[in-house]
Nanobody
Framework: QVQLVESGGGLVQAGDSLRLSCAAS????????MGWFRQAPGKEREWVAT????????ETADSVRGRFTVSRDRADNTVLLEMKNLKPEDTAVYYC????????????WGQGTQVTVSS
């Protein structure tokens, strides 16, 4: 069973940047797609970004487009979420997930990393 581990969260001020990383416990893990989600207190989990395959296709939610970038580091098989110009409303626990085919559910989830943006 593969495990996903997020890192890079923290407390920052509005306008700052952070980079989240998601690493798989199995180096040869090769899902169809990796995704980033977030959940703020009292709110439902929200999709943030997806990267498909080696990174040929990426998608980001309207709420973060232009500020967040998802990419894949093939050297160590990690997925990154670069977050710029952070806003207080970006405060949430950020999760990475993986799905194994285009029609599969998000089968594997990390434990989450907290991002807190102060105003």
């Amino acid at each position: 069973q593969v495990q996903l581990v997020e890192s890079g969260g923290g407390l920052v001020q509005a306008g700052d940047s952070l980079r989240l990383s998601c690493a798989a416990s199995i180096r040869t893990f090769s899902p169809h797609a990796m995704g980033w989600f977030r959940q703020a207190p009292g709110k439902e989990r929200e999709w943030v970004a997806t990267i498909i395959g080696g990174g040929r296709i990426t998608e980001t939610a309207d709420s973060v487009r232009g500020r967040f970038t998802v990419s894949r580091d093939r050297a160590d098989n990690t997925v990154l979420l670069e977050m710029k110009n952070l806003k207080p409303e970006d405060t949430a626990v950020y999760y990475c997930a993986a799905r194994m085919s285009p029609f599969d559910v998000w089968k594997y989830w990390g434990q989450g990393t907290q991002v807190t943006v102060s105003s």
